[in-house]
């Protein structure tokens, strides 16, 4: 019978929905926090995105007369869903993922670029100019970050000889040193992260001063709620994706020590990514795609070529 | 001109250890320089009822009326009757007025003054016309 | 993708007041621009005519928040010139104080705001916490934060002590350090660099034709200058320079502004530490005797016209009002085609928009279909016909 429960407690409960939600909140806390701390005003207190959460289910939802409703319901529900499939395959309390199996790795990636077809879609169904408009940056903004994301991981990869996450993750628990060879593309995959995550500098789809809402435009109350929820799951997955494949996981640690490394190391990760949005303006969606191009997709490459005349000799 | 990426981050971590420089406004006094135009208050002991305050105000916000006592008339030794100063009253209705203290400026006898009052938010309309006796 | 027209504005988040701009977009890209105004008109005008003249000073005040300072000393200007007063020179100095004061305050926060389009949060919060030394300053000097009224007819109304114009060099000195500061990171900051040059570009040329004014026309190396071409107030005494910058877009008017604060701060460190001794005010009667007159003042956004008709009694006859913003308004489809959306906001954010002050009247007469300015008699014919239609009669 604990066969048949272990399945809905791992979705549901741990590290499933109720974990990342509860687990997001609480950066998405820090993240306000301390971006007020590093502006020298006082921020908001500890309670503040349970109590958006709740005031925003709590409204009314004003759905456009040309909007495809079915899709406008739903789309938020896909994107929580691809999002909960990917933190079984990552290591959460030990360096041994729920699921694993050789091209896990290729699987977690196509799942990541499910969010960002259902905020394409979410745009495009609405049928408002400045939907369309936010729409189409989404899109546009994909070319820019998705190949340098998969060519970052791709680097790693070839250093531990496996396509699967757990098995890169006890590499680099083996060769510790490995971890400060692989940094380039540690670099790359974090600033292609801030743009997957649709965070300042590239946070030009949901822009408030230029569209108004970007692909967001129409939505309001519950399926808000659920896209924003989304976004910040999407954070703390991304986090501990980046954990696994640059600094090696849990370690050797398994139970509650692995698990407590775990939030600490996807804290650090979650701090870098407070430290950009501080410290950069938002760039135009054209100069996002170039910049990715001209610098973050070099470094990748080079960061391959590395790995594979390390792996060689 | 030279490019550094991230400029404002050194200094955005030096905020880190520094207080917010924020003040907790209600649970804190605001702090207010001296000759702050606030409230209006009036002196009707050196009010002459000349009226050029109402003249001069941008609002229609002040208003001299005779006051309902009057200072009972005084005989002098020779059986005469002495001139005696007549009082006046003020309403000031404090949500037209928008203290500039032109009346204040324009008053002969010196008998309006700002104070430094500023909380003066009501719910009630009513109690935003003050009546100075 | 066909092209969509888009309305930008009157409610938009990035917009501080309301103005409709009407883009034609072609994917990102802007096709053209209509820019339509008289979302903010007030009939300030006039209200104008039915006040006395001190009562007078408090509402153009209230015209704008930011250049109130600016609007009163233009129509002060013009009120003595018709009354011939000669203001002493200590109330002039008083008067430049405030007014630089008061440029410093606005071009801080512009600042802050362009920083805050641009999505570059943590500049937008450093410069308005600066912003509160200046306010401090203002509070000190006038008695309030904003709309000061400092000014009257013949002089000023407060005077200046020494501990005042010491504590004022002390918050001045801490605004020079922060200034300096922020010219190096509006010139050396990448992102920000990346979203300001080569966007908005206004030629020379086109900003001549089109009669730019202010910071916009100095960054396209166009040297104008009330404060140096008409001097009024104290001007002709101080040393300053005029800053133009060459680079024709919205990276040369951001560096305009920052260089304008440091040269309005040394202009207040000269004549605090020279202040001339006498009297702040005379005394003006309450009747303006027949005359008209025009001033000119530089607002921290360019040039301000005020023309005033007096006649002699206790009311102005006629009052106009020509803010900058509206000139700068003319350049503005020009700068925004052939750029893209995003551009469009920071675009809109560089000429400093101050709507406020911007709107009086356009009549426009759908039958013949143009647009024509009535002046006083023909409006007044026009108000008395249309209620006359409607059955209610003026005796």
Not at chain 1, 195 to 215: C, I, M, S, T
Not at chain 3, 206 to 234: C, H, M, Q, W
Not at chain 3, 286 to 298: D, F, H, L, N, Q
Request: charged fraction near 20%.
């Amino acid at each position: 019978m604990m066969d048949a429960i272990m399945p809905v407690i791992y979705i549901a409960i741990f590290p499933g929905f109720l974990f990342l939600a509860i687990y997001s909140t609480l950066i998405q806390w820090i993240d306000r926090k301390l971006t007020a701390v590093m502006h020298n005003r006082v921020g908001p207190p500890i309670y503040q995105p349970i109590a958006d959460f709740i005031k925003l289910i709590s409204k009314e939802v004003i759905i456009p007369d040309n909007a495809d409703v079915l899709m406008f319901k739903s789309l938020p529900y896909i994107a929580i869903a691809s999002i909960l499939v990917v933190i079984l395959m990552v290591p959460v309390y030990s360096n041994d993922a729920i699921i694993k199996f050789s091209g896990d790795l290729i699987v977690v990636i196509y799942l990541l670029t499910i969010p960002t077809v259902t905020f394409f879609l979410a745009g495009w169904s609405s049928t408002s100019p400045y939907s369309t408009i936010g729409s189409m940056r989404v899109m546009t903004q994909l070319f820019g970050y998705e190949v340098p994301l998969f060519l970052s991981v791709a680097g790693p990869c070839i250093l531990a000889g496996s396509w699967s996450v757990s098995d890169i993750a006890k590499y680099f628990t083996e060769h510790p040193s490995m971890i400060l060879v692989n940094i380039p593309s540690f670099i790359a995959a974090l600033l292609a992260s801030q743009g997957k995550l649709e965070r300042v500098p590239f946070d030009a789809p949901h822009a408030k001063n230029e569209v108004v809402g970007g692909q967001f435009t129409e939505y309001s109350g519950r399926p808000l709620a659920m896209f924003l929820l989304s976004i910040d799951i999407e954070m703390v997955v991304l986090a501990s994706l980046i954990n696994a494949i640059f600094l090696g996981g849990v370690f050797n640690f398994t139970g509650m020590i692995g698990f407590l490394l775990f939030l600490i190391k996807t804290t650090f990760v979650c701090l870098i990514f407070i430290l950009f949005k501080v410290a950069m303006a938002r760039v135009r969606v054209d100069q996002v795609v170039k910049f990715s191009w001209k610098y973050l997709v070099p470094l990748s490459i080079f960061q391959i070529l590395l790995n594979l005349y390390i792996k060689l000799k | 001109m030279a490019k550094k990426p991230l400029r404002i981050l050194p200094e955005a971590i030096k905020y880190l250890s520094k207080d917010p420089a924020t003040s907790k406004y209600p649970f804190e006094k605001a702090k207010v320089y001296p000759n702050f135009r606030g409230r209006i208050v009036f002196d009707s002991e050196k009010c002459i009822g000349c009226k050029m305050c109402m003249r001069v105000c941008p609002s229609k916000a002040i208003e001299i009326i005779l006051s309902d006592e009057q200072p009972s008339p005084q005989t002098g030794p020779d059986g005469n009757p002495i001139p005696v100063k007549k009082k006046f009253d003020c309403i000031m209705n404090l949500d037209r007025c928008i203290y500039c203290a032109q009346c204040v400026d324009i008053c002969p006898k010196k008998a309006l003054k700002s104070s430094e009052d500023f909380e003066l938010a009501q719910l009630d309309r009513k109690k935003l016309k003050l009546h100075y006796k | 993708m066909s092209k969509i027209q888009i309305p930008l504005g009157p409610q938009h988040p990035a917009l501080k007041e309301p103005e409709n701009f009407a883009l034609v977009l072609d994917g990102e890209m802007i096709v053209d621009a209509t820019v339509n105004i008289g979302y903010n008109h007030r009939g300030v005008e006039k209200a104008l005519e039915n006040r006395n003249y001190i009562q007078d000073i408090y509402l153009i005040e209230r015209i704008c928040g930011i250049c109130s300072h600016s609007h009163v000393s233009c129509y002060i200007n013009a009120v003595e010139e018709i009354a011939k007063v000669d203001v002493p020179q200590r109330a002039k100095a008083i008067r430049t104080i405030v007014g630089e004061l008061e440029r410093i305050h606005s071009h801080l926060l512009w600042l802050g705001v362009a920083a805050f389009e641009l999505g570059y949060d943590t500049l937008f919060m450093y410069t308005w916490r600066d912003r509160e030394q200046v306010l401090d300053c203002l509070e000190l000097l006038t008695g309030n934060r904003v709309n000061y009224g400092i000014n009257t007819i013949g002089g000023v109304r407060r005077d200046i002590t020494k501990e005042q114009a010491d504590e004022i060099l002390k918050k001045i000195k801490y605004l020079h350090e922060r200034t300096s500061y922020y010219v190096g990171v509006v010139t050396e900051e990448p992102t920000f660099l990346a979203r300001t040059q080569n966007v908005g570009k206004l030629p020379k040329n086109v900003a001549l034709e089109l009669n730019a004014v202010g910071p916009t026309a100095r960054a396209s190396g166009i040297e104008i200058d009330v404060r140096k071409d008409n001097p009024y107030f104290i001007y002709d005494q101080l040393d300053f320079k005029v800053i133009t910058y060459n680079s024709e877009d919205v990276f040369g008017r951001a560096v305009v502004r920052v260089l304008e604060i440091i040269e309005s701060i040394k202009m207040i460190e000269q004549i605090l530490k020279n202040l001339p001794e006498g009297p702040v005010s005379v005394k003006v009667g309450w009747k303006i005797g027949p005359g008209e007159a025009v001033s000119r003042y530089e607002a921290p956004r360019g040039e301000d016209i005020h023309y005033v008709k007096a006649n002699g009694t206790e009311y102005p006859e006629r009052v106009k009002v020509r803010a900058p913003t509206l000139a700068n308004f003319q350049s503005l489809p020009y700068c925004l085609k052939n750029g893209y959306l995003a551009d469009a906001i920071i675009t809109i954010a560089a000429i400093d928009p101050c709507m406020s002050c911007t709107d009086r009247a356009i009549v426009y007469d759908i039958k013949k279909g143009k647009k024509e300015v009535f002046d006083w008699e023909e409006l007044r014919k026009y108000s008395i016909e249309f209620y006359r239609r409607k059955g209610i009669k003026f005796s």
